[in-house]
């Protein structure tokens, strides 16, 4: 249609003011666009005059009458709509949200006020929550009561200190509702334990304490210290599932070792560290000499990192013989400490301190370094080196070791790393993953204290070993209980049978010896042969054909 050449202005409902510009050829294609580019619903040119004279142009024809009409529908509705309503929506959605989630954060806030209102009940109360016991605050409360009549002559009283052990293997195993429900167990057993007028408490954790009170003897001390053993250690029902776990107590008296909380405390929990290094399951009573170890303790604190650092460590060898006796196979690494003031410190002292203080690892790369560079003296021998559960844990353990062989240049094929359970316990995908790295570059691996742990076939289906070691708290028994005879055969049997081979550790005498052989043990570790000596020591061994047959031949 031919329009001529307009311009007329033009008001939209929604947008004001606008100018149209028609030009001479309008297709409707171009009319469509139009009234998109102005969001109109619709432009058209008619020849009758529209309804609606808002939404409609007259158009001249060139005599100055009407031509035609251009009408449009003002706006596309919904369009209109949400142009007016838009905000209005977004303001109702944000005012709605924000009501919900402050009354979201309100009943959250409140149900954390009741829990903590509920805690704080408890603990004003003196109670312990999981348990029912008294809290340690009552506890230490009534200790100081009972301290403050402790010299009067029915005023004495004994602590004891109570620590669970594997306990945290059940919760890593179990869960932590097995575990608080075993935790509640141990509680109701202890209280049926002790006589009206003592107090149990638990600490928190898997701690508990005992106060003994009415002046009792030693002898009744020690009658409670049994049966708490004894009952703890018989198995718990727990969730269906039937638990062991074990506990050491430490033990002090008052007015005989302290008058104060303070140091009543810190000697019972000397005599529990105590008892649980003297090997868990036993209770200790305090003593003087316990101080030794105490000082030990501050000293391996204080000097250990230097000493590290200073190469003052030294490691001994003890070596591993054929099952006849006659021929070394390997040796194994074992640390010692040459203290300037507290002479030769076996590692039983300061390996576990060390796991506390974060040194385990600079002193497990120090002695595997050393291991792997004093060992390639002895050629045909194996290496076995002990590793630590918390060395072995950490995420750079199998990069140290292979650093470590490639540094030293030691063949990683006469290396054999000596682990525990306590390794595979805690993360055992993870354990695995590290030892399939391990024995892919031909490092082997042995069980170290077999038959001590937690639940020792299931790792020895699940893991790669190529070795047990048979602890040698079953030897030591050997003689005594035919049990454990029994037990060091059937381990020995179990080993053979899953095609790894089985080390006995702690041979002492030739009776054991002519034991092991007989059930088929490979290889004997033990002071009959010879005790951890230095490296010059197994120099000597080794220019011998037949080391020991001459103690051999004696016995
Ligand atoms: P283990 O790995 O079970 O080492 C064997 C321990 O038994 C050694 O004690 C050894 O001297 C002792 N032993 C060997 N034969 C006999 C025997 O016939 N009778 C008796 N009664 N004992 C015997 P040691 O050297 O005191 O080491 C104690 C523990 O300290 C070791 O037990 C091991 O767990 C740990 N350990 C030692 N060196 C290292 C180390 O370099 N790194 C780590 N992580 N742990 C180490
Ligand atoms: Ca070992
Ligand atoms: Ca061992």
């Not at 209109?80 to 989630?101: D, K, N, P, T, Y």
């Not at 001994?316 to 013989?321: E, K, S």
């Not at 062989?405 to 030691?410: D, H, L, M, Q």
């Amino acid at each position: 249609m031919d329009l001529g050449r307009i311009t007329t202005p033009l008001t939209s409902p929604i947008l004001g003011p606008l100018s149209l510009v028609a030009y001479r050829r309008v297709s409707s294609t171009t009319l469509a666009e139009l009234a998109a580019g102005y969001r109109m619903g619709e432009i058209r040119l008619v020849t009758a005059r529209p309804d609606d004279p808002v939404a409609s142009l007259p158009i001249a024809a060139p005599d100055g009458g009407v031509a035609t009409w251009l009408t449009w529908t003002p706006a596309r509705p919904g369009d209109v709509m949400l142009e007016r309503f838009l905000w209005a929506v977004i303001a109702i959605a944000v005012l709605f949200s924000g009501i919900f989630i402050f009354i979201v954060q309100r009943l959250r806030a409140s149900a954390i006020q009741i829990a903590l209102r509920e805690r704080e009940i408890h603990r004003l109360a003196g109670q312990d929550e999981l348990s029912g016991l008294p809290n340690r605050r009552s506890f230490d409360i009534a200790l100081d009561t009972a301290l403050s009549k402790a010299e009067s002559p029915e005023g004495g009283l004994a602590v004891l200190l109570i620590d669970l052990d594997r306990f945290k293997a059940v919760n890593d195993t179990y869960g932590h509702i097995a575990g608080d429900d075993l935790l509640r167990q141990v509680a109701q057993r202890l209280l049926g334990l002790v006589s009206p007028g003592d107090v149990v408490s638990r600490f928190g954790g898997d701690e508990f304490g005992i106060i003994q009170s009415r002046s009792p003897t030693p002898a009744r001390t020690a009658t409670l210290a049994g049966s708490i053993l004894d009952s703890l250690t018989e198995p718990f029902q727990v969730q269906g599932v039937e638990i062991t776990i074990g506990c050491s107590v430490g033990i002090a008296s008052a007015p005989r070792d302290g008058t104060d909380r303070q140091t009543v405390l810190r000697l019972a929990d000397t005599a529990l560290y105590e008892a649980k290094n003297g090997g868990r399951n036993r209770y200790a009573v305090f003593q003087q000499q316990m101080n030794r170890s105490l000082q030990v303790k501050r000293m391996v604190e204080d000097d250990l990192r230097n000493a590290i650092e200073r190469d003052e460590l030294q490691l001994h060898y003890q070596p591993q013989v054929s099952a006849d006796g006659l021929t070394i196979v390997g040796v194994e690494a074992l640390v010692r400490w040459p203290h300037p003031r507290h002479g030769m410190v076996p590692p039983s002292e300061f390996i576990g301190i060390a796991e506390e203080r974060g040194l385990i690892m600079p002193l497990s790369e120090w002695v595997l370094r050393r291991a792997c560079t004093e060992a390639q003296r002895w050629p045909g021998l194996r290496l076995a080196v002990n590793v630590s559960p918390i060395q072995f844990r950490h995420k750079d353990f199998v990069a140290n070791v292979l650093r470590i062989i490639e540094e030293t240049g030691f063949d990683p094929t006469r290396l054999e790393l000596e682990l525990t359970e306590g390794v595979l316990i805690e993360d055992a995908d993870a354990a695995e993953a590290a030892m399939m790295d391990i024995r892919a570059q031909g490092v082997g691996l042995a069980l170290d204290d077999f038959g001590t742990g937690y639940s020792s076939l299931i790792y020895l289906r699940r893991f790669a070993f190529d070795k047990i070691k048979i602890d040698r708290i079953f030897l030591e028994y050997m003689e005594a209980t035919g049990e454990s005879a029994i037990l060091v055969h059937s381990m020995a049997h179990l080993g053979c049978a899953l095609g790894l081979r089985v080390c006995a550790e702690g041979v002492e005498t030739a009776e054991q010896h002519r034991f092991l052989q007989a059930v088929g043990c490979h290889e004997l570790q033990g002071f009959l042969f010879s005790k951890p000596v230095p490296p010059a020591q197994i120099d000597q061994l080794l220019l011998q054909e037949k080391p020991f047959a001459q103690i051999l031949a004696a016995a």
